[in-house]
């Protein structure tokens, strides 16, 4: 989601992640930068996972952050996934309007 926008579907599957794209939304620069570097002629390409993972790990708290263990136990997580973290947390980020 980019604010009220339904972009599109992420899902995961062992190691690997997809996305599926809302083919209303033509506007490349409402889909993060990771998926098509702002270029609506790129919308076509298939998400690489490597950078859907990207875009999940540069969100989420890093695992030696100072308090990362607190702030698993206050959200139900016994131990660091940043996966785990990004649907707790709906990936949010204070800078954009992003969330899963």
């Known amino acids: 989601m980019n604010g ?59 695992k030696d952050r100072q308090g990362i263990e607190v702030f698993l136990h206050e959200i139900g997580i016994s131990c660091y996934d940043y996966w785990e973290i990004a649907k707790a947390t709906n990936a949010t980020d204070i800078p954009d309007h992003f969330r899963i």
Do not use: H
Not at 16 to 22: E, G, K, L, P, V
Not at 23 to 49: I, M
């Open 4 to 62: 009220k926008t339904r972009l599109g579907i992420v899902e995961k599957d062992g190691n690997n992640f997809s996305f599926t794209r809302n083919k209303e939304v033509t506007n490349a620069f409402l889909y993060p930068y990771y998926f098509y570097q702002l270029k609506p002629e790129n919308l076509d390409r298939e998400v690489p996972s490597i950078d859907i993972e990207t875009f999940f790990r540069e969100r989420g708290y890093q």
